[in-house]
């Protein structure tokens, strides 16, 4: 790999993690995704990270997946008894694998997406607890214009955040939608102008995440994971 | 695929580029649904999931409206393939038929568009529910006036629409039976377009023409997936999202195969 990516960055007790390969607006190969995978681990074990923060460097938070270097290379070690091959190869398992641990993650993920949130950007910008845009991103998933899906899971999470109505147009038809569309149908909390610098214009929302209480944080979260998993009864005496 | 006409009211069917066709014509009633029709336009769904020259589905209405809902006491012959089931109740008669219509439907390996114009009621509004996509005339009207004539629908209406809208919005929705705008319905997000009504028919022919270009077994999967995912857990729905896409690739499974047609052990290689 050229360079390092993710660029792990501290502000305080916000942790950025910042895709770093922008020649290809941030794409992602195998060694990407473990290296995102290797630092959200990181930043949960830290006590002083308070929040942790997905952006991209240069002019796209991410394009997808970069196909290329998918051949043999890269392929993480604590996955080697993972490694079948479907019918797109073996990198669907991997990013199946790295976005539920951004879903799973108990602090605060924030997604801050400006220019491209395309296939994998688009998964991991679902995987994370907010998204963040700029006006004028690109959202969406156009695998299917190539006959292909993700599986990495936003057959499950889509239809829980945004409602089932938005589903068909935004997976089936493949169109990518705008920042702002995406801010009316309820996916992005908050948008920003086009020309901000995302990590800038998002500070201050960030380091308020950073105040809350991680404790009540962590249980309100795993509650609120669980809730969508299971029956009402389940959930009312496991929280009692 | 013949035009269809049966008991008070009519489903005609018709293919043209791709697109499946299906209008609810009963004139009067604005397309309320009878026994018959239901069991015409599941028998239409059903034969164009089937079709190659069939590659999305349109739905819609003739005369001004989709569909009134139904026509209680006039639903014309149960018919014969579920004699077995026909049973009554507190609320009439279970609705068997309805259900049979609206799984198909909901199941449909093409993509279905409803287009709503004048009014989708009742029972017309569990079957726009359960297509995927919706496209609306601005001034049509769309609700579940049902508890207001103390009728309770098991239709699955209270599954479907939580899950469209939001729990809020659907409680306000099911338990008041007030109709609502297109402006409404689209702001809430019932539906996905609004086009002035004397121009819907065309944009919602030309949306179905692109949906029929798609990859059509591509998007049945990702219908598959994601309907059958609003039933899991989360774990259980990732694990899916990998079985999937393994079982095309097995190479065993063509030994196996093999072996059974030549009536000897399969010899596995694990791959």
Redesign the interface.
């Known amino acids: 790999m050229d360079r390092p990516s993710p660029l792990v960055e501290r502000d305080g007790p916000v942790l950025h993690l910042i895709l770093n390969n922008p020649e290809r607006l941030n794409s992602l190969g195998f060694e990407q995704h473990e290296g995102l995978y290797d630092a959200l681990r990181a930043g949960e074990d830290d006590d002083e990270v308070r929040v942790i923060v997905l952006s991209g460097a240069g002019r796209a938070f991410c394009a997808g997946d970069d196909i290329k270097p998918h051949g043999a290379d890269g392929w993480p070690d604590r996955l080697k008894h993972r490694r079948v091959p479907l019918d797109v190869g073996v990198g669907p398992i991997l990013l199946n694998d790295v976005t539920s641990a951004f879903r799973n993650c108990l602090k605060p993920t924030v997604a801050l997406m400006h220019g491209y949130a395309v296939g994998a950007g688009y998964d991991y910008a679902s995987s994370c607890d907010f998204r963040l845009s700029t006006r004028g991103c690109r959202i969406g998933d156009p695998r299917i214009k190539l006959g292909l899906w993700g599986c990495e899971g936003w057959s499950y999470k889509l239809p829980r955040l945004v409602g089932q109505t938005w589903v068909a147009p935004l997976t089936f038809t493949g169109d990518l939608i705008t920042g702002e569309q995406a801010e009316e149908i309820g996916f992005v909390h908050r948008l920003f102008d086009d020309d901000a610098a995302p990590r800038e214009a998002a500070a201050a929302f960030l380091h308020a995440l950073a105040r809350l209480d991680a404790g009540a944080y962590r249980a309100k979260k795993a509650d609120l994971l669980l809730g969508l998993d299971q029956a009402y009864d389940h959930v009312v005496r496991s929280l009692a | 695929m013949p035009e269809t006409t049966t008991g008070a009211g009519a489903v005609h069917a018709r293919i043209a580029d791709s697109v499946l066709h299906i209008e609810l014509d009963r004139p009067g009633r604005r397309n309320a649904l009878d026994h018959p029709m239901m069991m015409a336009l599941a028998e239409r769904v059903a034969e164009g999931c089937e079709d190659p020259d069939v590659r999305a589905i349109l739905i819609s209405g003739r005369g001004g409206d989709f569909c009134g809902g139904d026509t209680p006491g006039e639903m014309g012959d149960w018919p014969d393939r579920f004699r077995h089931r026909r049973s009554g109740g507190p609320h009439g008669l279970a609705p068997v038929v309805e259900q049979h219509m609206l799984r198909t439907v909901r199941a449909a390996n093409r993509?279905v568009v409803a287009v709503l114009d004048g009014e989708t009621l009742g029972l017309g509004l569990d079957l726009a529910a359960v297509c995927?996509?919706?496209i609306a005339a601005d001034d049509a009207r769309l609700g579940d006036p049902r508890i207001l004539q103390a009728r309770h629908a098991a239709t699955g209406l209270t599954y479907v629409l939580p899950?469209?809208?939001?729990q809020s919005r659907a409680t306000w929705m099911l338990l008041t039976g007030e109709a609502m705008s297109a402006a409404e319905a689209l702001r809430i997000?019932?539906?996905?377009r609004l086009h002035p009504a004397a121009a819907l028919a065309e944009e919602a022919r030309a949306f179905a023409v692109?949906?029929a270009r798609?990859?059509t077994?591509?998007?049945a999967?990702?219908?598959e997936?994601?309907l059958a995912?609003?039933d899991?857990?989360?774990e259980t729905?990732?694990s899916h999202?990998?079985a999937?896409?393994?079982t095309?690739?097995i190479e065993d499974k063509d030994e196996g195969i093999r072996a059974w047609n030549e009536r000897r052990p399969p010899r596995f290689t694990g791959r």
Do not use: E, Y
Not at chain 2, 163 to 166: A, D, E
Not at chain 2, 189 to 192: A, D, E, F, K, P
């Open positions: 993509p995927d996509f919706r899950r469209l809208i939001g997000g019932l539906v996905h692109t949906l798609l990859p077994r591509s998007l999967v990702k219908k997936m994601t995912q609003l899991m857990a989360f729905a990732m999202c990998l999937v896409r393994q095309n690739v």
